[in-house]
């Protein structure tokens, strides 16, 4: 079973970086997509980036811009780095690896991110 571990959450202020990292256990990280999403309090989740194993990479019209998804095969790990924080960045960032190849729909346990005004 694939688990997926994040760091990197944490309290900045408006304007300011973080770098959020997930890595997984296994063998077939390569051979996955991977996502970010993030959920703020009484709202929805919301999907923020996407990249595929490839490289391929997709990101949510709020973050385009700001944030750049990226994945490191032989570490295993998936990175969003976030640049020009805002408040309304301020939500749960939570890894995934959706179903693919030998895995189902895989969640890490999320990391905080506030950005304070």
């Known amino acids: 079973q694939v688990e997926l571990v994040e760091s990197g959450g944490g309290l900045v202020q408006a304007g300011g970086s973080l770098r959020l990292s997930c890595t997984a256990s296994g063998s077939i990280f390569r051979l996955n997509a991977m996502a970010w999403y993030r959920q703020a309090p009484g709202e929805r989740r919301e999907l923020v980036a996407t990249i595929t194993s490839d490289g391929s990479t997709n990101y949510a019209d709020s973050v385009k811009g700001r944030f750049t998804i990226s994945r490191d095969n032989a570490k295993n790990t998936v990175y969003l780095q976030m640049n020009s924080l805002k408040p309304e960045d301020t939500a749960v960032y939570t890894c995934?690896?959706?179903?693919?190849?030998?895995?189902?729909?895989?969640w890490g346990q999320g990391t905080q991110v506030t950005v304070s005004s």
């Open positions: 995934n690896m959706p179903p693919g190849i030998g895995v189902g729909n895989i």
